[in-house]
């Protein structure tokens, strides 16, 4: 129950613009699509907003919203997936991004089943951007 509270408390403080210090790269977009700014932690992350904001297939986006629990080393954990996008022809999408290199970790494997099959029960498409989404 402690870790839980700590992971909503942490992901509220981010939706409110605090960056933590170990972030490489962090900033505000200046979104059009969303009418104000969003936060980014990663060069990754900067350039996927970048991607979403010209995509005219996206109507807008938000970032780290939503909350959804998984079991690991058996305890319940909250993951909180990077972007949840609303397309012009109404289906939304989960997009976790992710360096190619840490998509063989077990417990990024454990977040993305439990995201898979939040999916499944909503109808919400779900995708794992590595390099070769955001760069080509």
Sequence with gaps: KQRKAQAIRISDKIQNGWIPSHCSKNGKFASEKNGNHVHYRSSYE???????????????????????????????????????????????????????????????????????NYCQERNIKFSVWTEQELYG
């Design 46 to 116: 900067l350039r996927a907003f970048e991607i979403l904001e010209y995509d005219k297939n996206v109507i807008k986006y938000d970032v780290e919203v939503l909350r959804i629990p998984y079991l690991w080393d058996e305890i319940e954990r909250i993951y909180v997936p990077d972007i949840l996008v609303w397309h012009i022809d109404g289906h939304q999408e989960i997009i976790e991004i992710k360096a190619e290199w840490n998509t063989k970790n077990p417990r990024f494997i454990a977040k993305t089943q439990a995201a898979i």
